[in-house]
């Protein structure tokens, strides 16, 4: 199939905002331990959001040379995040996202008067643009992202209470590679590679964040998983770590606003944590999940677990049919429709069990145990009628997905369709 040129129109668009974004960055910090970066890149345009609880709790630091150390006051403190994550898809390729964030932070075991703090935390928005997306899995994803305080540390000192952040502006910007990870048999897996640069304003060190991640994420109901690390690594361009003056400041500021965590003004902090997230995707566009991140080494930063759970609902999934198919506008395809050409001869018959509209998706009772590959061609009929070829991008032992590649018919597809593959 050709692209037409409004769709490249629009791509050319899309790389131009995202452009504007990256040149011109809106003022924009929670702990990347707690918040980290996340590839936002959708599957899909329209909107998706996301209610996250997490807590973290700590009672020592991996010191500067990377050693643990409790907090000189004998104290355990703790957070708990109430995130609400927000993601817009104006596009199949450009997305928009940011995340509401509240924050309160508890101390224990302290012989200090220093109150509990709950209020507005680290607030984020971002751009995202799937610059590559290949029949094959790869793809490269670019994300620009601020961080920025909606509280005040000085009246937090003021009030006498825990501060809830550095009270630091960032700015995040970089790539995601994702690498098909089919061969260990789960053909929707892939590997996530992610690197990305981080400025940070009041003195604090830059930084270069970076992730591997194994991902399972199947567009219809399943497992979803993801394993493996996230890291930082600090420029050591922190003021305080350069003049000795300003180190004291920074420090007695800790002692006062976390009671010696370094979860506040950590000194050129640097860290290397596990992440493990296990969830499961109902079908119907809902997906619950349950994580937990384990810091294992670093310098400069709290020692403790987070643990997180949500749920991510997409309300642009309908599982099959558009609600709104009954009009005479909504009722027609939305890829372009083509003449069917020739006499076509078939090898293999199954049928339709499934059909996402917004993602061109069909799912058909066959798999690989009856030789169905990936890349093979599947015809879509409704009768005798022939109303869209379709390619197989996913292959389970007894059933496949496939994309919609092209239109026949102003027909929408429907389960108990028929699905014939077409000899080569």
């Given at each position: 199939m050709k692209i037409q040129g409004s769709v490249l129109g629009r791509r050319i668009t899309n790389f131009m905002i995202l452009l504007g974004f990256?040149?011109?960055?809106?003022?924009?910090?929670?702990?990347?331990?707690?918040?980290?970066?996340?590839?936002?890149?959708?599957?899909?345009?329209?909107?998706?959001?996301?209610?996250?609880?997490?807590?973290?709790?700590?009672?020592?630091?991996?010191?500067e040379d990377g050693g643990l150390t409790g907090l000189s006051t004998g104290a355990k403190v703790s957070r708990t995040l109430i995130d609400l994550h927000l993601n817009y898809g104006l596009s199949d390729h450009l997305f928009v996202f940011g995340r509401a964030s509240m924050v309160s932070t508890n101390q224990t075991g302290s012989t200090t008067d220093r109150q509990s703090g709950f209020g507005l935390g680290d607030q984020l928005i971002g751009a995202a643009w799937r610059m590559l997306s290949s029949e094959g899995g790869l793809g490269v994803n670019l994300q620009a992202e601020a961080r920025f305080p909606a509280y005040s540390n000085v009246a937090a000192r003021s009030a006498n209470r825990l501060y809830l952040g550095d009270g630091s502006v960032d700015l995040i910007a970089g790539a995601y590679l994702e690498l098909p990870a089919g061969f260990i048999g789960w053909s929707d897996s892939y590997l996530e590679l992610g690197g990305a640069y981080a400025q940070r304003s009041a003195g604090f060190s830059s930084a270069i964040p970076i992730s591997l991640l194994f991902r399972r994420d199947p567009a219809y109901g399943g497992l979803v998983l993801d394993a493996g690390v996230r890291a930082q690594l600090s420029l050591n361009s922190d003021v305080a770590g350069q003049d000795a003056t300003k180190r004291t400041d920074v420090l007695l500021d800790r002692l006062q606003g976390s009671l010696g965590s370094d979860l506040v003004n950590g000194i050129n902090?640097?860290?290397?944590?596990?992440?493990?997230?296990?969830?499961?995707?109902?079908?119907?566009?809902?997906?619950?999940?349950?994580?937990?991140?384990?810091?294992?080494?670093?310098?400069?930063?709290?020692?403790?677990?987070?643990?997180?759970?949500?749920?991510?609902?997409?309300?642009?999934?309908?599982?099959?049919?558009?609600?709104?198919?009954?009009?005479?506008?909504?009722?027609?395809?939305?890829?372009?429709?083509?003449?069917?050409?020739?006499?076509?001869?078939?090898?293999?018959?199954?049928?339709?069990?499934?059909?996402?509209?917004?993602?061109?998706?069909?799912?058909?009772?066959?798999?690989?145990?009856?030789?169905?590959?990936?890349?093979?061609?599947?015809?879509?009929?409704?009768?005798?009628?022939?109303?869209?070829?379709?390619?197989?991008?996913?292959?389970?032992?007894?059933?496949?997905?496939?994309?919609?590649?092209?239109?026949?018919?102003?027909?929408?597809?429907?389960?108990?369709?028929?699905?014939?593959?077409?000899?080569?």
């Open positions: 990256f040149a011109v960055p809106p003022p924009a910090s929670g702990h990347l331990l707690l918040q980290p970066r996340e590839n936002r890149t959708g599957s899909h345009s329209g909107l998706q959001f996301e209610p996250r609880i997490g807590l973290f709790s700590t009672e020592s630091n991996f010191s902090p640097s860290w290397l944590a596990a992440h493990l997230r296990i969830g499961h995707n109902s079908g119907n566009g809902k997906t619950f999940f349950l994580s937990g991140d384990l810091p294992v080494s670093g310098s400069a930063v709290p020692s403790g677990i987070l643990i997180s759970g949500g749920v991510s609902i997409d309300l642009q999934h309908h599982g099959g049919i558009d609600p709104s198919r009954g009009s005479a506008e909504s009722s027609r395809p939305r890829k372009p429709k083509t003449a069917l050409k020739g006499f076509q001869s078939y090898d293999l018959e199954g049928k339709v069990s499934t059909y996402n509209d917004q993602l061109y998706l069909v799912k058909i009772d066959r798999g690989s145990s009856d030789s169905v590959e990936k890349g093979q061609l599947f015809d879509i009929f409704s009768g005798k009628e022939v109303l869209a070829r379709a390619k197989v991008t996913q292959v389970r032992d007894e059933e496949a997905i496939l994309t919609v590649v092209e239109y026949f018919q102003d027909q929408w597809i429907e389960a108990g369709f028929v699905a014939r593959r077409l000899l080569k």
